[in-house]
T-cell receptor, first 114, second 112 residues
């Protein structure tokens, strides 16, 4: 149980385009979902926390207009990277939680912006 | 906000030896400390966790110790095996918000 999926697993796009990444909790309802970014050989940095039906809470330094998060249901959250640029190339990982102290991670999405 | 420091950044041990990774945190409200193992290109996997009302927890070859007063916690891996080679991250959370702050990671290499 507690499986989280992400789609796509990897994506290559041209600079200036937008990319949408989906995060789904397959066998449970997630009250909270988290989005992380991980640059090569670095740690996971929390970008934002989202609760179903409400606006996401962004971490300091993360542009909410550039990284749009929609948590439309208890099993789906999406991250849209708008007007992507090469510096946005990274490994994006989501996690889903049913209760405090619990996070189930998705497999990650590798974004490459040319 | 919370700040988690992790040492060492790289660690090389021979198979069968022990490995110790140390983390310190800054927020005294943190009360949950998980450890994750991440292989290249994969998701982090929870390997062990400890809550602030416990000083030590063990699961087979893996143990975690917590010193709340000093605000540090450590991961101990005994009888290391080549498959233990990976990047290990510590993290801290105040529980209520579930928000995790990760350490900088330790690349563990177990050599034959």
């Amino acid at each position: 149980g507690a499986v989280v999926s992400q789609h796509p697993s990897w994506v290559i796009c041209k600079s200036g385009t937008s990319v949408k990444i989906e995060c789904r909790s397959l066998d449970f309802q997630a009250t909270t979902m988290f989005w992380y970014r991980q640059f090569p050989k670095q740690s996971l940095m929390l970008m934002a926390t989202s609760n179903e039906g409400s606006k996401a809470t962004y971490e300091q330094g993360v542009e909410k207009d550039k990284f749009l998060i929609n948590h439309a249901s208890l099993t789906l959250s999406t991250l849209t990277v708008t007007s992507a640029h090469p510096e946005d190339s990274s490994f994006y990982i989501c996690s889903a939680s049913r209760k405090p102290r619990e996070q189930f991670f998705g497999p990650g999405t590798r974004l490459t912006v040319l | 906000g919370e700040n988690v420091e992790q040492h060492p950044s790289t660690l090389s041990v021979q198979e069968g030896d022990s490995a110790v990774i140390k983390c310190t945190y800054s927020d005294s409200a943190s009360n949950y400390f998980p450890w994750y193992k991440q292989e290249l290109g994969k998701r982090p996997q929870l390997i062990i966790d400890i809550r602030s009302n416990v000083g030590e927890k063990k699961d087979q070859r893996i143990a975690v110790t917590l010193n709340k007063t000093a605000k540090h916690f450590s991961l101990h891996i005994t009888e290391t095996q080549p498959e233990d080679s990976a990047v290990y991250f510590c993290a801290a959370s105040n529980g209520t918000a579930s928000k995790l702050t990760f350490g900088t990671g330790t690349r563990l290499q177990v050599t034959l």
